[in-house]
């Protein structure tokens, strides 16, 4: 299996900024479909992001598009998530994942390895 962390999160004001990473170990980086989601207390995970394997595709939720920018190096196995402009709805703590998925998907079960997961608190 695919081995994934996340960091960067953290505590932010509204209106600001963070990037999280997330490194992946194992074999392969490359071969996986990626994405983020995230999860509020008393909430369902929600899907935010995903990328394709080489990078050429992005995916995004509608209320994330031109705040939220994901992107891979796959040199460093690592995939991003900047997010700017954050509100405090998008409080939660956010995931990363990977699958050998055919296409884009916004199902958590499509993917197959989970991340720790990394707090990310917008404060008003």
């Known amino acids: 299996q695919v081995q994934l962390v996340e960091s960067g999160g953290g505590l932010v004001q509204a209106g600001g900024s963070l990037r999280l990473s997330c490194a992946a170990s194992?074999?392969?980086?490359?071969?996986?479909?990626m994405g983020w989601f995230r999860q509020a207390p008393g909430k369902e995970r929600e899907f935010v992001a995903a990328?394709?394997?080489?990078?050429?595709?992005?995916y995004y939720v509608d209320s994330m598009k031109g705040r939220f920018t994901i992107s891979r190096d796959n040199a460093k196995n690592t995939v991003y998530l900047q997010m700017n402009s954050l509100k405090p709805e998008d409080t939660a703590v956010y995931y990363c994942?990977?699958?050998?998925?055919?296409?884009?998907?916004?199902?958590?079960?499509?993917?197959?390895?989970w991340g720790q997961g990394t707090q990310v608190t917008v404060s008003s």
């Open positions: 194992g074999r392969t980086f490359s071969t996986y479909f």
């Open positions: 994942a990977a699958g050998n998925l055919r296409g884009y998907s916004v199902a958590p079960n499509r993917y197959d390895y």
């Open positions: 990328i394709s394997r080489s990078g050429s595709t992005k």
